[in-house]
């Protein structure tokens, strides 16, 4: 694979010019169409999913009075958080929903059920990660600062333990995420100072005092001498909130076959070539509506990167156009089950603790066909 | 209701239900519930004129939830509707009905002006039971609190409603000082509140109603008009709305006198290509002729240095408020010319005269 990364930088992409160009105006074609047929369909849907979530909510906290239906106060909770992490929270905030004028849904207003703050996340997701998606040294989101997801990042001693490292930040996602924006690891490396942070600590610490406060105190303490089990069960939903948003982020940029990309061939690059990068940094994963929806639709983590502010659920209708222009340019379209996609992101983690490249492990995938032809 | 309102708007509710708040959680339950947000239901539609081939113009009574703070006749209130379900648009209106207090009926008088969206929706389709969204009242255009012992009242076309509204409130608190209220309308047919105005004339209370139709021979606005109805009008406190010649005209008479109070709501000025008219960039003062280009670079070419990201639309980190004037998606091509809107200024070129805050 780095005979591919090279195989870029010389050639930049395997389209001409005029190819990239075609490609990104058929994008641009489906992006219009999509806008100008927004309605009332997209705005009964997501207000629709924000009832549901609170449903979910309020029957997971009743139920924690009742101590024998404590795995379904647990499950209930889990699926309001993770709706309001995914389909809810991670697309409002990229204004999708901005043009309903609802301010109760509006990208500058919302703010989601985790320690991290909506501000500052929509900072480094929304402009950081989608701008520079993949770009080597500008998207943090590759290895969050902490693993090793490339091969093309230098090796170091510290990486050995890539798996226990993936492990944490599954575990403790929504923290991971929240420290996210203060750019640790570029305070290590001194590209940036605590003074830089100082604005970003009182947002950060209202956000964790609020959210511990209703999770791990108030509510538990609404339910008497059910406390403890209450705490557990608030802390077992956050748990698995973090653990589910976790894998479908990592499956959507970091299984076999996805691309990534050096700094110097994105310079200046067309609206066709950042299409094309989007749609070789990411990757899809199958399911059924209900698995979409839980992902918020983040299972076509393609189509959200190519029109992130579009209203995710018309990803799967966008999805089949998407791989009909594909087939058209030859180009791969990455995308595979769950359970495919989780042992290809494993595997990467697992090799990236180790040195060297790692071009002869695991089967060759389209990708690595296409680029390098 | 006050113990629940109490509890609503707690601490401890604030914080349970943290990030979104207690309203988000109430609205799915009962509409009419909130802690914070104002909302009403329309309780009543009813023309108030209906001339053939003009505008209707309709009165829409509202009932808001315990939320709304009551108004001060002469305020006007921001209301946003979701026609089709869909996109909420939001307009300032004026209200009608006499002061307010905490939760009170009120009504808002309108003319469904063939362009507006919101205007035309809430008098020809709007029925009971549909809910609307709504500022707090807001605006200084009102009585002082001593009213004084003459008063003088001059408006146009709708401009009339919150004068109206004023003296309705007048008429309810029995004031027996000397009012003049002077109205021009294009015709009798398009004289909004006739009937009433015409049982003030008849009543009495002091109250002097001229109505005026300069289209059928009634004298023009004028400082001799005024003078001869009002002896000495320069020094009577006199409140004036209507549309911006009316005002200009009222102006002119008044010769700065601190008596004067106007408000009045000038249309949007448009222009046909897109590199004509001037940029205002609200906050900083800054103003420049419209080149044409994105308004983040037009801002950036005045020197300013607006908070931006992708610089292509994708991530919202630019997004400004647009208070006038029509922009154009350089993306969509769309164009989009509603007050108070927020665009984002990376992918958003204006199109003749515009104001954002930036």
Known sequence: ???????????????????????????????????ADLGEQDAAYIRNVVKRRQQFEVAGRLMFYVPPLWPFAVASLSISKILDNMEIGHNVMHGQYDWMGDPGLNSRMYDWDTVCPGEQWKHSHNYIHHTYTNILGKDRDIGYGILRMDEDQPWHPYYLGNPVYATLLMLFFEWGVALHDLEVENIVSGQRSHADNKPLYPGLIRKIRNQTLKD??????????????????????????????????????????????????????TRGHWYYRQLLGSANITGSPLFHVMSGNLSHQIEHHLFPDLPARRYPEIAVEVREICERYDLPYNTGGLSQQLFSVARKICRMALPGSSKDSGPATATDDVLAA | MGLADTILRSRAVAALTSPQGVDRYLEHVNPMWAAHEVRARIVDVHREVDVPGHPPVATITLQPTST???????????????????????????????????GDRFTITLRANPDGVVSRFLVERARPGTMVHLSQAEGDFVLPDRVPEQLLFVSGGSGITPVMSMLRSLQRRTHRGQVTFLHYAQSPEHQIFAAELDEVRRSGHGTDVHLLHPELGDPNLSPAFLERLVPGYRDVPTWACGPAPMIEAVRGAYDDSPALRVEYFQPPRTSGTSAEGDVAF????????????????????????????????????????????????????????????????????PVGDCVVDL
């Open chain 1, 216 to 269: 791990y105190l108030l509510f538990p303490a609404l339910t008497g001498p059910l406390f403890p089990l209450t705490l557990a069960g608030n802390a077992t939903a956050n748990l698995v909130r973090n653990i589910w948003a976790f894998n479908i982020i990592f499956c959507g940029h970091f299984p076999a076959g996805v691309a990534t990309f050096h700094q110097d061939e994105c310079e200046d690059e």
């Open chain 2, 68 to 102: 709304w703070r009551g108004h001060r006749a002469g305020q006007h209130v921001q209301l946003g509707v979701e026609v089709d379900g869909a996109r909420r648009t939001t307009r300032v209106f004026t209200i009608s009905s006499p002061d307010s207090r905490q």
């Open chain 2, 282 to 349: 609200a906050r900083s003062g800054v103003e420049a002729p419209n080149t044409g280009a994105p308004l983040l670079e037009q801002a950036e070419a005045a020197g300013l240095t607006p908070e931006f990201g992708c610089r292509m639309g994708i991530c919202f980190s630019c997004t400004a408020l647009k208070r006038e004037g029509t922009v154009r998606n350089v993306l969509s091509g769309e164009e989009s010319s509603l007050p108070d809107e927020e665009i984002r200024v990376c992918v958003s070129a």
């Open chain 1, 1 to 35: 694979m780095s005979t591919r990364t090279k195989k870029m930088k010389s050639n930049n992409t395997t389209l001409s010019d005029e190819d990239l160009e075609r490609f990104g105006e058929e994008l641009d074609a489906i992006r219009q169409r999509v806008l």
